[in-house]
């Protein structure tokens, strides 16, 4: 199931990525197999994906943005994350909620991102 919340009120619900559950690399590597269609860069190495929460019931939950609000996909992002995400071995659940806070920046790139867009 995807969920999206184009805003959130209060404070953003961004928490560090549950880096050392066994699942978490894995779930990195399908978020990198989604690209925005209109730049050459998968959306985690653009900065894209904020947090990806893991339970230990294998729930994953992934907060994400969009380069703009005006995107073309904004309606369509979060549920090509979650399906690449869903089919994994071991992943029980996907949740992905839409955020714009923070908005995102160009700081947020990586820099395998930046080389690809020649800005290093």
Not at 50 to 76: F, H, K, W
């Amino acid at each position: 199931m995807t969920q999206q919340n184009p805003q959130m009120e209060g404070a953003p619900l961004i928490a560090p990525s549950s880096t050392d559950h066994p699942l978490y690399d894995t779930v990195v590597e399908a978020c990198r197999s989604v690209y925005d269609p209109e730049i050459p860069v998968n959306i985690y190495d653009l900065g894209l994906v904020y947090t990806v929460d893991i339970n230990d019931q294998s729930e994953v939950r992934i907060i994400m943005t969009l380069t703009a609000p005006g995107c073309p996909v904004a309606g369509e992002m979060p549920g090509w994350v979650a399906e690449a995400v869903e089919p994994l071995p071991g992943v029980k659940h996907v949740d992905v909620d839409l955020t714009w806070e923070p908005p995102w920046g160009m700081e947020m790139m990586s820099d395998e991102a930046r080389l690809e867009l020649g800005f290093m």
